[in-house]
């Protein structure tokens, strides 16, 4: 069973930035499109940015476009979001896991990890 090891997140300021980072073990990470998932307490896990398996497609919700990239290193079973021109509605807890590329679903086949705070605020 795959296990998910999220990192990276912090305390920053509107405008600031951070990379989150994803560790995942198993076999199957190169085969699968992946996804950064963020979640505010008392609301829907959502996913705001998937990578397709060899990182050449990705795709992004509304909310975060322009300002969030995500990408994959799968020599290393890794994947990133670089989080930029964060804004106090980007606060949540980031996940990743295996996502759809296009957004429609969420595709998460993985067992959740603890995800990592990322908290934006003055």
């Known amino acids: 069973q795959v ?3 999220e990192s990276g997140g912090g305390l920053v300021q509107p405008g600031g930035s951070l990379r989150l980072s994803c560790a995942a073990d198993g076999n199957t990470f190169d085969i699968f ?6 979640q505010i ?8 940015a998937a990578i397709n398996h060899n990182g050449a497609t990705t795709n992004y919700a509304e909310s975060v476009k322009g300002r969030f990239t995500i990408s994959r290193d799968n020599a290393k079973k890794m ?8 804004k106090p509605e980007d606060t ?3 996940y990743c896991n295996t996502a759809d590329i296009t ?20």
């Open 3 to 5: 296990q998910l090891l």
């Open 33 to 38: 499109a992946m996804g950064w998932f963020r």
């Open 41 to 48: 307490p008392g609301k829907q896990r959502d996913l705001v």
């Open 79 to 86: 994947v990133y979001l670089q989080m930029d021109r964060l």
């Open 92 to 94: 949540a807890v980031y």
């Open 103 to 122: 957004l429609a679903t969420m595709r998460a086949n993985y067992p959740w990890g603890q995800g990592t705070q990322v908290t934006v605020s003055t």
